[in-house]
């Protein structure tokens, strides 16, 4: 990660204050929201018609989704396209099964149409219904959150947003051989209103940001060309995230870089010790640790589309997952994380639990359904439905690698590798249907020879097995080296819905795995 | 919000333009029902049904643009949507790339809707799974899978007078069958705008069958081997190739595949072997697509490479008209001939290599050769003298659909899919016999 610079960011903020603040977006397009009393109105006449047709739990969740992105490519703005989806979503339980409807009419009448829609699914499936559905208890809960920003992106004024896309472009346009950029901004804005027959209110509001780019070289004389994608993250801030984050500083250097990799060489294939930047390793912890610690993925709930996961519960709490150093925490409080809230869509609180403790598994990730599944008393609040139109079911936590307790630096751990592989940013991702057998690319290559970073390389991916790989992790770099990453959209279930998650991380050093040059080819 | 008619999404796409401000402005909009059923484990899980209408403007002033979504329809839901993307469109800078509207069209007619399909009742979707259901626990298998049914419509319409229509219908069954010790997997799915064509029985059948045959897999060594595709393992292939392989303007740009040396592209070079045949045509009957693509613009057939030869690839309208070219939109379907051989031919033909029933979790790795990585998965056999012989374990592979194409040996019958992992887009493909495919690791995962 480049560390910020002043100067440049005042540089685009200079630019952008040239311009008028007629831009604002407000966050609703069509007008305001029922207020508090009238939303208990609209939320109530669909639990009392739940109730009515015979569900023993409902819950209504009325949702209002703003989205805003802009992609810019070199000096044309491709795109500026604003979003709003408001609805209402009524889930009911019925002799102990699931039903659910959702309206994008959110009126009284339209409610409780949805909330008999709902009864009437759950009465059609009660049949094939092997085991009935038992809900971990859970306390009313009558809050309001906010997630953690500064400046809500969605009252920037466009004009800045513009101005920052056209710079980075026009600032990577200047080195020397970069041919392509493009560029992008992209808001989430989420204003959630939850209610159940068990008596808990909640409202929650919550807003994402995320800025990205990537700079292509092309040597057309000999037909080849390298990519080099921004290193940055997304995150559940504000505009301040993109404000404090150097874009002017990164582009040059990814655009010299770009051009750097048409000259680099491919590795040989063979075993490497690589020491994993987290701008890489986060995907990579998402992928062979997020993923198999979902409890509905263990137990075959996830068979037909995502797939099982090697950790079945038998191994809890005995199979040794990675090396003494690795403990992997799930967490919906950690500030800034994508996936953090106060309560989730079951209404349970949010909250931080470890999944791997040194080295050994010892948790899933769960909901108040899942619980019961193995015995636990309570979920980990990890329910969330995409939209007000999907239904809530298991989805990710934030899940990070805790990093050394001392101050240890990627240097050090450099200095302790003959032959090695240093991987920065993240890159072409893939893993089996239990989360064993994964292949990771990257963005910038550097080999390691004798404890010191050496020449560029490109064309890198390495593959492992999940457990052999986090077995082979002999030091983590501290503290200070800590950084998030993530995904504004992770994909999961049937329908697919798109979940926000970060993982954070700090560099690790992983023994003899397993690289391929991806410059081989398919020839043969 | 149910399936609006022609005539009412004519009526409030007019609604919509007569709140403008500005002189050009696009409307586009779409919605409809749609409903889901999930089980696994044998017992139902999670389902549910909504509907939505999605409205977007795109407002215009001279060469600048900006649009705006929302998903209200009341009047003044609309007026701030249309407010809102014409302040947008003033401070958004001028786009040298932005094409005129285009006037009234020509559609070819493409039917593919089915009311009964768009409003399955839950008992229909509930009776469905139940037969897939019953045929796992008859087997002692372990069944997860999922139902959907949708109906909806899309229309496109603009200040010029454009106006573009499609209402459109899909049922989707999907089911893996596992063995309860988990030593064995299988999947299998269909779809169709019809959903009486949609035979969940059969398709748990298959899936079924499938699992236990997958049962004891061997351990084979990686490397090349010769491989018969299904169509569902053709159809996870070709998802990248139709999303980011076929575009005209990255291969003039030389960030391609098809790119050729000193900007040109490979038009008109034979990429692939002779029997392939690759295009996209809305009205084609097994896999209807949609009679228009981007801003209206009419979609027909067209190929991408015909007897093997590059014949095509995707424009826009600006990167048309800029190599003098048709605009060809973004396909609403892709079709690969078949021959005359059935899968058993293909078996048959092959001395030493696999059957492959499935692929997983593929992903661009080098876009200059459009090298992918991916596994087999629920199913992959061992073939020796023309007999499948036993199941062996998965392998992690790295290959490029460009490459398979051209180690095309024979082709089999076509089937109706779609991808298993990346959704809807309607595929017509064949089995496939390729002379060589590189698988690079073992995968444990069952």
């Not at chain 1, 959702?102 to 009465?123: E, F, M, N, P, W």
């Not at chain 1, 108040?368 to 139109?389: F, K, T």
């Not at chain 2, 892709?334 to 048959?348: F, V």
Request: hydrophobic share 40%; proline share 6%.
């Amino acid at each position: 990660m480049p560390k910020p610079a002043r100067t440049t960011r005042r540089d685009f903020l200079k630019t952008a204050a040239a311009t008028s603040l007629a831009g604002r977006l407000t966050w609703d397009l069509r007008g305001d929201p029922p207020d508090a009393p009238e939303r208990h109105k609209l939320a109530g006449a669909a639990l009392s018609a739940a109730r009515k047709a015979g569900a023993s739990y409902a819950d209504v969740r009325i949702n209002r989704y703003l989205t805003e992105s802009l992609s810019a490519r070199e000096q044309r703005l491709r795109e500026v396209v604003a979003g709003e989806s408001y609805g209402a979503g009524v889930r009911v339980l019925v002799n102990g099964t699931w039903g659910f409807a959702g309206t994008s009419r959110v009126t009284a009448d339209a409610l409780k149409q949805a909330a008999l829609a709902a009864v009437a699914i759950a009465r059609a499936n009660a049949p094939l219904q092997a085991r009935r559905v038992e809900l971990a208890p859970v306390k009313a809960y009558r809050d309001r959150w906010n997630s953690s920003f500064k400046k809500n992106p969605f009252e920037v004024p466009v004009e800045q947003k513009i101005a920052l896309l056209l710079k980075i472009n026009e600032t990577a346009q200047k080195v020397k051989g970069a041919s392509f950029v493009d560029s992008s901004l992209r808001f989430a804005e989420e204003r959630k209103f939850f209610v159940s027959t068990e008596g808990s209110a909640l409202e929650q509001h919550l807003v994402r940001s995320h800025c990205t780019f990537a700079v292509t070289a092309v040597d057309r004389a000999r037909g080849v060309f390298q990519q080099r994608r921004s290193l940055s993250a997304p995150v559940q801030r504000g505009w301040e995230s993109i404000e404090e984050y150097p874009w002017l500083q990164e582009a040059g250097q990814a655009a010299e870089e770009a051009v750097q990799k048409l000259s680099a060489r491919p590795p040989e294939p063979g075993k490497y010790d690589l020491v994993l930047h987290p701008t890489h390793l986060w995907l990579t912890i998402h992928e062979s640790c997020g993923h198999p610690t979902e409890l509905d993925r263990a137990l075959g709930y996830e068979a037909n589309y995502a797939g099982t996961s090697f950790l079945t519960t038998d191994k809890r709490g005995k199979f040794r997952y990675g090396s003494e150093l690795v403990n992997m925490v799930g967490d919906r409080t950690q500030p800034g994380g994508l996936a953090t809230v106060a309560y989730d869509d079951d209404g349970v609180p949010g909250q931080r639990w470890y999944l791997v403790k040194n080295g050994v598994f010892v948790d899933y990730q769960t909901t108040r359904e899942q619980a019961a599944w193995i015995g636990q008393q309570q979920g980990h609040g990890c329910a969330h439905a995409d939209s007000w139109h999907s239904v809530p079911f298991q989805r990710m936590p934030n899940v990070s690698l805790d990093p050394a307790e001392k101050e240890i630096s990627t240097n050090d751990l450099l200095a302790d590798v003959k032959n090695g592989i240093l991987i920065l940013g993240d890159g072409s991702y893939s893993i089996d249907q239990q989360r064993y057998n994964f292949q990771f690319g990257g963005q910038l290559f550097w080999a390691i020879r004798n404890g010191k970073k050496a020449e560029m390389l490109r064309d890198v991916a390495y593959q492992a097995r999940t457990p052999n790989f986090w077995n082979s992790c002999d030091g983590l770099a501290g503290p200070r080296e800590y950084w998030l990453g993530g995904s504004f959209s992770d994909a999961k279930g049937e329908p697919v819905q798109l979940n926000a998650v970060s993982h954070g991380c700090p560099t690790a050093r992983f023994r003899q795995v397993n690289v391929l040059n991806t410059a081989a080819g398919p020839g043969r | 919000m149910p399936i609006l008619s022609p005539d009412e999404a004519r009526a409030l796409s007019k609604r919509i333009l007569s709140l403008a401000a500005v002189p050009e402005a696009e409307v586009s909009l779409s919605g409809g029902p749609s409903a889901h059923l999930r089980f696994a484990v044998n017992t139902i899980t999670t389902s549910g049904s909504a509907d939505d209408l999605s409205v977007s403007f795109t407002a215009r002033h001279g060469k600048r643009h900006a649009t705006v979504t929302a998903n209200q329809a009341d009047d003044p839901s609309l007026k701030r949507l249309v407010e809102q993307a014409e302040r947008l469109a003033r401070l958004a800078p001028e786009d040298p790339e932005l094409m005129p509207l285009l006037g009234p069209q020509e559609y070819l007619p493409v039917p593919g809707f089915i009311a009964a399909t768009a409003n399955l009742s839950p008992q229909a979707r509930a009776e469905a799974a139940g037969k897939a259901i019953r045929e796992a626990s008859a087997k002692k298998l372990v069944g997860a899978g999922f139902y959907r049914n949708s109906g909806g419509f899309e229309a496109t319409a603009n200040s010029r007078g454009l106006f573009a229509y499609h209402a459109a219908s899909n049922a989707r069954f999907a089911m893996t069958a596992r063995t309860s010790d988990g030593g064995g997997s299988g999947y299998a799915a269909a779809n169709s705008h019809d959903a009486a064509q949609v035979d969940t029985a059969a398709v748990a059948a298959t899936a079924a069958d499938k699992a236990l045959a997958s049962r004891g897999a061997r351990e084979l060594p990686p490397g090349v081997y010769a491989v018969v595709l299904e169509p569902q393992a053709v159809a996870d292939l070709f998802t990248t190739l139709r999303f980011a392989g076929l575009s005209a303007r990255e291969a003039d740009e030389g960030r391609s595949v098809f790119s050729a040396p000193g900007g040109k592209n490979r038009i008109g070079e034979k990429l692939f072997a002779s029997p392939v045949n690759l295009y996209t045509d809305p009205q084609h009957p097994a896999v209807p697509g949609s009679p228009f693509t981007e801003a209206g613009l009419p979609a027909r057939k067209i190929y991408f490479a015909r007897e093997g030869v590059l014949e095509n690839l995707v424009y826009d309208r600006f990167w048309a008209e800029k190599r003098g070219k048709q605009p060809t939109g973004h396909p609403t379907n892709l079709i690969l001939d078949g021959g005359t051989h059935n899968l058993e031919d293909l078996i048959a033909s092959t001395a030493r290599g696999l059957l492959i029933t499935r692929f997983w979790y593929i992903r661009a790795v080098n876009p200059q050769t459009m090298l992918l990585t991916g596994l087999t998965r629920d199913g992959l056999f061992y073939i020796e003298k023309g007999k499948v012989q036993y199941p062996v374990r998965n392998f992690r592979f790295n290959e490029s659909p460009v490459e398979l194409l051209k180690q095309v040996e024979l082709l089999g019958p076509q089937r109706r899919v779609v991808s298993s992992e990346q959704g809807r887009f309607a595929m017509y493909l064949p089995a496939l016999k390729v002379r060589a495919f590189r698988f690079t690791s073992l995968s444990e995962a069952v």
